[in-house]
């Protein structure tokens, strides 16, 4: 019979240090055409402003779907919701049913921590965070992992100054002071207009942009999608969902591509790289996956 799998059990079992690697071999393994992931159904909740998206994958040897609710406007309550279901690729047998919520968080940062260790300039030591939900939490653990960040700053209007105190680390005024002279910049807003200008980047800034998941939703503005060097976990996927990377017009390479030593990343100190994530299944089945063979299942 298959188990059901809790945050809290995924919280006692998940850490960074086998997530961010796993991340990277599952985004390489994606990109070498080694899994089988179309691109997510998304269904519009129209008269409650939601969407409710379905994920299916096979890869690295895992066999599973992911659905996720995200619903923007939920007050006091968190905006995404999530159930991740695995199979015995062998046979089709079910194996678990997993809360999603806490996968979803991690394996989002993971990828980050990811694109940050390859594009990022080795010498990156300021970290600004635009937005202060559980994806600025979890990046800010997530990223200490590949780089050693001497500060930290924050923004958010509604809630920045209580992140950082929470976290240890400077609230901003506003997005400019926050961004300006950041060597490492996380974009995690559920904006749908742009919060992050390009006339702020200093050169040799790395972005990693997780929200504005639609194709008429923006968190960057012209100026800088056209600056940056523009990554992308899934081409397929971006192409179709990212407001920014249409806005930008053209996709440099994916993620994978970087891994696999088959695009150079950042060519120079003061290149600026950004890497637009919108998620895919293959993430949240690798790292579902890892969860279940950890518990020893």
């Not at 269904?43 to 895992?62: D, T, Y």
């Not at 559980?134 to 209580?162: I, T």
């Amino acid at each position: 019979m298959a188990t059901h799998i809790t945050d809290d059990d995924v919280r006692s079992t998940l850490t960074y240090e086998s997530l961010i690697p796993a991340m990277e071999r599952a985004l390489a393994d994606y990109t070498a055409g080694k899994a089988v992931q179309p691109v997510r159904t998304t269904i519009p909740v129209g008269e409650h402003g939601g969407f409710l998206f379905v994920m299916p994958a096979f890869a690295s040897g895992a066999l599973g779907a992911k659905l996720v609710t995200f619903f923007p406007k939920n007050v006091g309550i968190e905006s995404h919701f999530a159930t991740i279901q695995l199979f015995k690729p062998e046979t089709g047998e079910p194996l678990a049913s997993m809360d999603g919520s806490l996968v979803t968080e991690m394996r989002t940062a993971a990828v980050s921590a990811v694109a940050t260790d390859k594009l990022a300039r080795r010498e990156a030591s300021v970290l600004a965070i635009l937005g202060a939900g559980v994806q600025a939490r979890s990046h800010l653990a997530a990223l200490s992992h590949v780089r050693s960040f001497k500060e930290v700053r924050v923004f958010s209007p509604r809630s920045g100054a209580a992140f950082a105190r929470t976290h240890g680390v400077i609230a901003s005024p506003n997005a400019e002071s926050c961004v300006r002279g950041a060597d490492v910049i996380v974009v995690a807003t559920t904006s749908a207009t742009p919060v992050l200008h390009g006339a702020w980047l200093a050169d040799g800034a790395h972005i990693n942009s997780v929200g504005a998941a639609r194709p008429d939703w923006r968190e960057l503005d012209d100026a800088c999608v056209a600056r940056a060097t523009v990554f992308v976990d899934s081409r397929a996927g971006a192409e179709v969902e990212s407001g920014d990377v249409r806005a930008a017009g053209r996709i440099d390479a994916e993620l994978g591509e970087v891994i696999l030593g088959k695009h150079p990343g950042r060519t120079s100190d003061a290149d600026v790289t950004w890497f637009k994530s919108l998620g895919m299944a293959v993430e949240d089945v690798v790292a579902a996956d890892l969860v279940l063979k950890a518990r020893g299942r």
